[in-house]
T-cell receptor, first 116, second 113 residues
Framework: AQSVTQLDSQVPVFEEAPVELRCNYSSSVSVYLFWYVQYPNQGLQLLLKYLSGSTLVKGINGFEAEFNKSQTSFHLRKPSVHISDTAEYFCAVMGANAGNNRKLIWGLGTSLAVNP | DGGITQSPKYLFRKEGQNVTLSCEQNLNHDAMYWYRQDPGQGLRLIYYSQIVNDFQKGDIAEGYSVSREKKESFPLTVTSAQKNPTAFYLC????????????FGPGTRLTVL
């Protein structure tokens, strides 16, 4: 079984500052990792995902994340945020084993508030 | 355009009434999912389906029912047995290849008065 912990429920930051949203996971098998963004009263949109290969993954809107197997982390970063990045961000994990039922296990979310 | 549609966006019902939320996708995805979202609780899986005429309970299935008569459609019924149905409901779909992401609809906000 897998579990996901998003270490910060809220992250306030000033516009044009860098930001890191932290995600740790637990799993007894290899995993695939995902970051989604949700704007108010909307559905979720995929930012990026890690399946294999390079541990640094680049996504949409200037976001990137780094998979660290030894620390079981998948932190999301952006070097300079905009007001429009204000949203809820969700980290999710899927077991990579063949018998997996394709379900995503979700973190509770991190609310990013970008202030002018 | 390919995507997932949910209707209606806002839904109001009286306590004790059953209500059905619509979810349609034209992405040719085999798997479909229903989630419930409450403030501070993330996404909780209600039901999911990987093939027509088959579906499995998720973590919070009590008080809900689904059907999957067509690949494109996965309606969710919130029954009167659901004790606290007021929430934001999200439908998603995805392929069956492990590692495929899920694609989400815009959501339906249900308020029970």
């Amino acid at each position: 079984a897998q579990s996901v912990t998003q270490l910060d429920s809220q992250v306030p930051v000033f516009e044009e500052a860098p930001v890191e949203l932290r995600c740790n996971y637990s799993s007894s098998v290899s995993v695939y990792l995902f970051w989604y963004v949700q704007y108010p009263n909307q559905g979720l949109q995929l930012l990026l995902k890690y399946l294999s290969g390079s541990t640094l993954v680049k996504g949409i809107n200037g976001f990137e994340a780094e998979f660290n197997k030894s620390q079981t982390s998948f932190h999301l970063r952006k070097p300079s945020v905009h007001i429009s990045d204000t949203a809820e961000y969700f980290c999710a994990v899927m077991g990579a084993n063949a018998g997996n039922n394709r379900k995503l296990i979700w973190g509770l979310g991190t609310s990013l508030a970008v202030n002018p | 355009d390919g995507g997932i549609t949910q209707s209606p966006k806002y839904l109001f019902r009286k306590e004790g009434q059953n209500v059905t939320l619509s979810c349609e996708q034209n992405l040719n995805h085999d798997a479909m999912y229903w989630y419930r979202q409450d403030p501070g609780q993330g996404l909780r899986l209600i039901y999911y389906s990987q093939i027509v005429n088959d579906f499995q309970k998720g973590d919070i299935a009590e008080g809900y029912s689904v059907s999957r008569e067509k690949k494109e459609s996965f309606p969710l019924t919130v029954t009167s047995a659901q004790k606290n149905p007021t929430a934001f409901y999200l439908c998603a779909s995805g392929g069956l290849t492990v590692g495929n992401e899920q694609f989400f609809g815009p959501g339906t906000r249900l308020t029970v008065l």
